[in-house]
Every structure is written in structure tokens, then in C-alpha cells.
């Protein structure tokens, strides 16, 4: 048990819905990162959130939104959903105890929600 | 521009021998490598890192090298097990991706019984 929980751990939706997706940091990470994973694909790296404010993007669709709220806990919006979003989506945390890293650190993977879009 | 390479998109390794599974990465800046197994539709468990101060770390059964001039580097399992059947992910970063992890593609690693 990594101490990253997602929920929900499996969803389906129709397209054009819009799901949230959250997640719980291990305790007393301040960094939240979504990665997406499609069938046969790599870790796709999302978008990384340090202490409440955005701190990386990467391929996340303009459909797709985060936040991270005050008690750090984090969550994936995801609108007009097409079949292609049909993923797993993966929160993970770090300590990341500075805004401005000076070294590397490990992040923990939570079990994944998996959406599945009909 | 794929910063962090494995090539070997599967491996096959008898149970009991060792298994090697290779990452290249092309950045000179990296100076923090990390290890990660995953089993189908769950989460990467992290298994290993190493900084770039050393040339190994080790934990039991798994041993990660790390060649700086070559920016190779490897993760041995052994004796491997069934159980180790899995995809193993390589990440790195460093001060130029503000400590973003930069992944691989992951290699399926499938021990034969």
C-alpha cells in the first residue's frame, strides 16, 4: 500500500459526460502528479501540483482540468469525454519540500481509477 | 525527443537467472534515476533509485547500475522469479526538468517457470 488512495477505482460514463477523479496524497506530500495510461501505452505524464498551485503540464487535453485543495488532496476533471479517454488514471505524491527542487525524489503511485467511456 | 530510452520493449528470463533491463537516457543534467514494476491496471510500485554520485545501489534481489559516461543504466534482478513478471519502468530527472520525472516506454519483463 503505497498511501495514495484514488477513487473511484472504476467508472463508466458516456461520451460527452464529465467525470471527477480524486485523489489522496500519502501523508504529508505536498506534490500531486496525474499521469494517464492507455491500453498498451507508456505513463503519460498529466500534470504535477505542489502545495495548491500548478507547477507542470504536460500532455493534458484543454477538456482536462486539476486543482489541489488546501488539505492537499487533489482532483481530475475530465469533460465531454470522447472514447479515446478511456484510460487508467494514475495520482501519485512526493515530499517535494521546496518549490524549487535541488534534488530528485520518489513518488508513489496510487491503484489507478479506471474509466471506461461508452 | 525521447530523453529516456529502453529499447527492449520485452524480455523473456528463465526463472532463477538473472534478468538485465537496460534505459539510455540523453541528457547529461539528469542526476536521479529511479526504477518502477507494474503489474496490469495497477499502480508503478517504485523498486530502486540512485543519484548520480554512485555507480550502484543495492536492496536485496535488485541491483541498479548506473554508468555516467555511457548514461546507461541497468537493473538487474537475481535470482528472478515469477512474480517479477511485470512492466519495468525507468525514470530520470534533474535540475533542467525542475526534478520532473522523465519516463521510458517500459519493458515487459516475462519470467519463464
Known amino acids: 500500500d503505497s498511501g495514495v488512495t484514488q477513487t473511484p477505482k472504476h467508472l463508466i460514463t458516456a461520451t460527452g459526460q464529465r467525470v471527477t477523479l480524486r485523489c489522496s496524497p500519502r501523508s504529508g506530500d505536498l506534490s500531486v502528479y496525474w499521469y494517464q495510461q492507455s491500453l498498451d501505452q507508456g505513463l503519460q505524464f498529466l500534470i504535477h501540483?505542489?502545495?495548491?498551485?500548478?507547477?507542470a503540464k504536460g500532455n493534458i487535453l484543454e477538456r482536462f482540468s486539476a486543482q489541489q485543495f488546501p488539505d492537499l488532496h487533489s482532483e481530475l476533471n475530465l469533460s465531454s469525454l470522447e472514447l479515446g479517454d478511456s484510460a487508467l488514471y494514475f495520482c501519485a505524491s512526493s515530499v517535494a519540500i521546496s518549490e524549487k527542487p535541488t534534488s530528485g525524489n520518489t513518488i508513489y503511485f496510487g491503484e489507478g481509477s479506471w474509466l471506461t467511456v461508452v | 525527443d525521447q530523453q529516456v530510452k529502453q529499447n527492449s520493449p520485452s524480455l523473456s528470463v528463465q526463472e532463477g537467472r538473472i534478468s538485465i533491463l537496460n534505459c539510455d537516457y540523453t541528457?547529461?543534467?539528469?542526476?536521479?534515476f529511479l526504477w518502477y514494476k507494474k503489474y496490469p491496471a495497477e499502480g508503478p510500485t517504485f523498486l530502486i533509485s540512485?543519484?548520480?554520485i554512485k555507480d550502484k545501489n543495492e536492496d536485496g534481489r535488485f541491483t541498479v547500475f548506473l554508468n555516467k559516461s555511457a548514461k546507461h543504466l541497468s537493473l538487474h534482478i537475481v535470482p528472478s522469479q515469477p512474480g517479477d513478471s511485470a512492466v519495468y519502468f525507468c525514470?530520470?530527472?534533474?535540475?533542467?526538468?525542475?526534478?520532473?520525472?522523465?519516463w521510458g516506454a517500459g519493458t515487459k519483463l516475462i519470467i519463464k517457470p
Open positions: 541528457n547529461s543534467m539528469f542526476d536521479y
Open positions: 501540483y505542489y502545495n495548491g498551485e500548478e507547477r
Open positions: 525514470a530520470a530527472s534533474g535540475v533542467d526538468s525542475n526534478y520532473q520525472l522523465i
Open positions: 540512485i543519484s548520480s
